[in-house]
Structure formats: structure tokens, C-alpha cells
């Protein structure tokens, strides 16, 4: 199983509304990424795990707030968005990281938009 | 923060010709990946060349990379309508394992 899994594919919400975008993944990697992706722009790193311990924040906003429950999953969780945090939300994962040739697997992405 | 820059921004060429990208870097680096983006979907890796590699293939790709002039390139031979993609350059530092992202191109294979 080479796949990265996110959930929801598509997610509308308010701007008081709390969500959360689910990751998972069952290569047996360590590490485990999200990206914020706007439209014809690079994907944009927001948060990284290493063994389920959050190693880099890139100073993201604490209405986005990470969680790595065990080493298969990652969560995002929403709270209080602003419309220009509308985006393409990517999770990726890699074996480790730190060893300079990490190769990300990433999955399909879910869809943001913020009212 | 963005680490790299590619050239051209988008390219359209005729199925059967060749794709070639740039992409340039400003700091030192470990290795340098390539990955491909279909319109609304996650990345593909498609190639990664380390710093001390001229040259990679892999099938109709050829990555080639000059860390003098801290610059790599794509290319992709024969291309098909199912390359029309966004191509993204990826670099992570030998200070820091952060992976990140050029500016890309987009590409289009009119069939």
C-alpha cells in the first residue's frame, strides 16, 4: 500500500465553524507533513512530525492546530478561518526525515473553502 | 518561503516534441526532486538527483543538475497529452531538512 489517504475530499465551512482534515497512511513511514496549497501557486509547508512529535511549525496561525495520534494518522483541526485560508490542504508522508533524500508521498488533498 | 524559481512559468508544446524546464536555487543544497501535479490533485515524485549527480534518468525524463550555477533541469522526450501537468522543483537545504517547493510550471501536450 503505497497511499496516502485524506479526508474529506471537499470541505465548506464558516467562518466560526471547527472542522478537521484526516490523514492517514500505512507505508510504516515516520514522518508526516501538511501543506498549504493556493491556486497556481507551490505548495507551501505548514507542519512536520517526526515519530509522532511535532519537529517544525512555519509559524502557521493557532486556528490551524496539528495532531499526530499514533504513527498512521495524522489530523489538521480548524477553528475560526479566515476566507483567505481557503486552499488545497495537502498531507504527505516520508520514511524519515533528515537524512537530505527523502522522497514525500502525498495524498489527493482536501479542498477548503471558507465562508 | 520559497527556495526556487522555474522557467518558463508555462509551456505549451504539440504531443510528440519535448518539455524541458529550469529550475533555479539560492541556497546549498542536499538533493533536488522533481514532482509532477495533475490540476487539483497531490504531487507526484517523479526524480531525485543528489548534489554531488551531474545527470538522472528515469524513462522519458532527464534531470540534470549544476550546483555552480545552482540550476537544474527537466526534460521530458516524446511527450504525451497525459504529461499536461504542473511540474514542481523541490530542494531541501544542507541546513535544514524542510522540503520546499519551486514556483513550477505548467504544462500543456496538445494532443
Known amino acids: 500500500d503505497t497511499e496516502v489517504t485524506q479526508t474529506p475530499k471537499h470541505l465548506v465551512m464558516g467562518m466560526t465553524n471547527k472542522k478537521s482534515l484526516k490523514c492517514e497512511q500505512h507505508?510504516?513511514?515516520?514522518?508526516m507533513y501538511w501543506y498549504k496549497q493556493k491556486a497556481k501557486k507551490p505548495p507551501e509547508l505548514m507542519f512536520v512530525?517526526?515519530?509522532?512529535?511535532?519537529?517544525i511549525n512555519e509559524s502557521v496561525p493557532s486556528r490551524f492546530s496539528p495532531e499526530c495520534p499514533n504513527s498512521s494518522l495524522l489530523n489538521l483541526h480548524l477553528h475560526a478561518l479566515q476566507p483567505e485560508d481557503s486552499a488545497l490542504y495537502l498531507c504527505?508522508?516520508?520514511?524519515?526525515?533528515?537524512?537530505?533524500?527523502?522522497?514525500?508521498?502525498f495524498g489527493s488533498g482536501t479542498q477548503l473553502s471558507v465562508l | 518561503s520559497q527556495q526556487g524559481e522555474e522557467d518558463p512559468q508555462a509551456l505549451s508544446i504539440q504531443e510528440g516534441e519535448n518539455a524541458t524546464m529550469n529550475c533555479s536555487y539560492k541556497?546549498?543544497?542536499?538533493?533536488l526532486q522533481w514532482y509532477r501535479q495533475n490540476s487539483g490533485r497531490g504531487l507526484v515524485h517523479l526524480i531525485l538527483?543528489?548534489?554531488?549527480?551531474r545527470e538522472k534518468h528515469s524513462g522519458r525524463l532527464r534531470v540534470t543538475l549544476d550546483t555552480s550555477k545552482k540550476s537544474s533541469s527537466l526534460l521530458i522526450t516524446a511527450s504525451r497529452a497525459a504529461d499536461t501537468a504542473s511540474y514542481f522543483c523541490?530542494?531541501?537545504?544542507?541546513?535544514?531538512?524542510?522540503?520546499?517547493f519551486g514556483s513550477g510550471t505548467r504544462l500543456l501536450v496538445r494532443p
Open positions: 504527505a508522508s516520508s520514511q524519515e526525515t533528515g537524512s537530505g533524500n527523502e522522497k514525500l508521498f
Open positions: 507505508m510504516g513511514h515516520r514522518a
Open positions: 512530525y517526526s515519530y509522532e512529535k511535532l519537529s
Open positions: 541556497t546549498s543544497i542536499n538533493n
Open positions: 538527483i543528489r548534489s554531488n549527480e
Open positions: 523541490a530542494t531541501d537545504t544542507d541546513s535544514s531538512y524542510k522540503l520546499i
